[in-house]
């Protein structure tokens, strides 16, 4: 799935520019990069987060055992030339 992105102009005082940019060269970050993870933390803060229903959790734990709708094909070729 991609993720559609968009653009956002902030104006910042020259000092808290500088005092960002000095916290993402401390991380070895690029400023857009440090903004965007201090948003992303602040919005996880208050954001709710929900637990997965019953019903999805069976589907992953059926996938991770490999119990998923697939079937054992042995020889390919055998395989397509009897659809």
Known sequence: ???QMTQIKINLPMA???K???????WG???ATYIRYMIVNKVEEEYPTFEASERVKKTIRDIE?????TIKVKNLTEFFDKM
């Open 1 to 3: 799935m991609e993720t």
């Open 16 to 18: 808290l520019k500088k």
């Open 20 to 26: 960002i940019k000095a916290r993402a060269n401390k």
């Open 29 to 31: 970050l690029s400023l």
């Open 65 to 69: 055992n490999g119990k998923e709708k």
